[in-house]
Nanobody
Framework: QVQLVESGGGLVQAGGSLRLSCAAS????????MGWFRQTPGKEREFVAHVGRTGIIYYTDSVKYRFTISRDNARKTVYLEMNSLKPEDTAVYYC?????????????????WGQGTQVTVSS
């Protein structure tokens, strides 16, 4: 079992920055690949970024060069640094854990989920 708790969401103006954190507990964090997803009302949860247990990183196109995912295995935490935020980035952001070695971009690939943190970007 892995428990995930996100933090760092909030309200920010367009062009601003936020840093999301996801603290994990339970099974060894370093063995899991970690992802960030986001969801807006009425829409499916969508992939944002992935950092594998080997360090491989992958982003969805819409956040490339603006968002940075990283992990600190000693702190059992994964981060999502979000810069140049746009109103269309407004969503509830979720972190997730997958016991996989490959890059995973689908909801079904992840076993464990946090409760989500709201990010609102005003225009």
């Amino acid at each position: 079992q892995v428990q995930l708790v996100e933090s760092g969401g909030g309200l920010v103006q367009a062009g601003g920055s936020l840093r999301l954190s996801c603290a994990a507990s339970g099974r060894p964090f370093s063995t899991y690949s970690m992802g960030w997803f986001r969801q807006t009302p009425g829409k499916e949860r969508e992939f944002v970024a992935h950092v594998g247990r080997t360090g491989i990183i992958y982003y969805t196109d819409s956040v490339k060069y603006r968002f940075t995912i990283s992990r600190d295995n000693a702190r059992k935490t994964v981060y999502l640094e979000m810069n140049s935020l746009k109103p269309e980035d407004t969503a509830v952001y979720y972190c997730a854990a997958a016991n996989l070695a490959r890059v995973a971009t689908t909801v079904g690939a992840y076993e464990y989920w946090g409760q989500g943190t709201q990010v609102t970007v005003s225009s």
